[in-house]
C-alpha cells in the first residue's frame, strides 16, 4: 500500500523559505514520478513540480517545473530514503495554500494533470503573510 507523508508546512513571512518533504513506503514501481500540487482556497488545484524515479537512467531525475515555481522552487529526492523535497524561496502572499504531494507511475514525460496522479498525500498548509 503506497502511503505518502508530507511535512514542513507552516507560516511564514514574505520572502522567507520552506522545504516540504514527502516520505514514500509502498512504492514497487520501477518508475514513477512524484509531484507536489498546491490548491488554494476556491481555487482548483494547481501543478508546482515533479522529478521522477526510474530504473532506466534516461528516465531518472527528470524535473520539471510549473510557471508559479520557476525560480524560486527546487525539487530534489533522496532515493536511499524514497523522500522527495521541495524548497521554496522567496515566498510571496500568493503562495498560501495546502501542498499536496503525489505519485504517478509514468514517470517520462512527466505529467502535470492531476489527474494522472493515483497517490496522495494528506497535504501541509502553507501560509505566507506580507
Known amino acids: 500500500q503506497v502511503q505518502l507523508v508530507e511535512s514542513g508546512g507552516g507560516s511564514v513571512q514574505s520572502g522567507d523559505s520552506l522545504r516540504l518533504s514527502c516520505a514514500a513506503s509502498?512504492?514497487?514501481?520501477?518508475?514513477?514520478?512524484m509531484g507536489w500540487f498546491r490548491q488554494a482556497p476556491g481555487k482548483e488545484r494547481e501543478f508546482v513540480a515533479a522529478?521522477?524515479?526510474?530504473?532506466?537512467?534516461?528516465?531518472?531525475?527528470?524535473?520539471y517545473y510549473g510557471n508559479s515555481a520557476k525560480g524560486r522552487f527546487t525539487i530534489s529526492r533522496d532515493s536511499a530514503k524514497n523522500t522527495g523535497f521541495l524548497q521554496m524561496n522567496s515566498l510571496k502572499p500568493e503562495d498560501t495554500a495546502v501542498y499536496y504531494c503525489?505519485?504517478?507511475?509514468?514517470?517520462?514525460?512527466?505529467?502535470?494533470?492531476?489527474?494522472?496522479?493515483?497517490?496522495w498525500g494528506q497535504g501541509t498548509q502553507v501560509t505566507v503573510s506580507s
Open positions: 503525489a505519485i504517478d507511475q509514468f514517470a517520462n514525460p512527466i505529467r502535470v494533470g492531476d489527474y494522472e496522479y493515483d497517490y
Open positions: 509502498g512504492l514497487t514501481f520501477s518508475s514513477y514520478a
Open positions: 522529478i521522477s524515479w526510474s530504473d532506466y537512467s534516461h528516465s531518472d531525475g527528470i524535473t
